[in-house]
């Protein structure tokens, strides 16, 4: 089963513009993080937030975390064609012991 | 650092035959997992290893997948026999961390293997 949701499924905007996408999931977490996957490729780790934290920062990524709403969200600014991918939320399901990922965000840019 | 390393990038076979993937994980990470992608999906947890012991293999369709991490270094993945809805790209990946708290590092993936099931 998957434990966490993005919306939306797929978002499109332009270069230059900001993307946000969020992640929804259902049991208590220790850890949430995002990834991206590029069209035929693995995933790549973006950002880790743990559960005490609010907000964290990386580059043109910015992720924001609420416990009390079990949500999480990922802004990306000034986007470039380049950040086109999926993007995933994968979290450590509390006791559930395993990592688990969400149904991902499809972000294009178009330059 | 060198990468996880999967082989062979891309499979077919007919249903009823048997597959087997590879995967290299990073020098030194004692976790291993192996998820399962359909397409348009996110992955989906196969089974995870810290250093050759299973740590979880809860989802994993043990009449027909079987998985070993032999001295706790490389791993391999097998379907026997493997059916249409076994088509799929099958990650490998592997993290630093271990026990309780493996799940404080991140995952590094490989690009996968994709198995058609015709």
């Known amino acids: 089963s998957q434990q966490g949701e993005e919306d939306p499924q797929a978002l499109s905007i332009q270069e230059g513009e900001n993307a946000t996408m969020n992640c929804s999931y259902k049991?208590?977490?220790?850890?949430l993080q995002w990834y991206r996957q590029n069209s035929g490729r693995g995933l790549v780790h973006l950002i880790l937030i743990r559960s005490n934290e609010r907000e964290k920062h990386s580059g043109r990524l910015r992720v924001t975390l609420d416990t009390s709403k079990k949500s999480s969200s990922l802004l990306i600014t000034a986007s470039r064609a380049a950040d086109t991918a999926s993007y995933f939320c994968?979290?450590?399901?509390?006791?559930?012991?395993?990592?688990?990922f969400g149904t991902g965000t499809l972000l294009a840019v178009q330059p | 650092e060198a990468g996880v390393a999967q082989s062979p990038r891309y499979k077919i076979i007919e249903k009823r035959q048997s597959v087997a993937f590879w995967c290299n994980p990073i020098?030194?990470?004692?976790?291993l997992y192996w998820y399962q992608q359909i397409l348009g999906q996110g992955p989906k947890l196969l089974i995870q290893?810290?250093?050759?012991?299973?740590?979880?293999d809860s989802q994993l369709p043990k009449d027909r997948f079987s998985a070993e991490r032999l001295k706790g270094v490389d791993s391999t993945l097998k379907i026997q026999p493997a059916k249409l809805e076994d088509s799929a790209v099958y990650l490998c990946a592997s993290s630093l961390g271990r026990g309780a708290n493996r799940f404080n590092s991140p995952l590094h993936f490989g690009n996968g293997t994709r198995l058609t099931v015709t």
């Open positions: 994968a979290t450590d399901g509390g006791a559930t012991n395993k990592l688990i």
């Open positions: 049991t208590s977490i220790n850890n």
């Open positions: 290893f810290q250093n050759n012991g299973v740590v979880d």
């Open positions: 020098s030194g990470h004692a976790t």
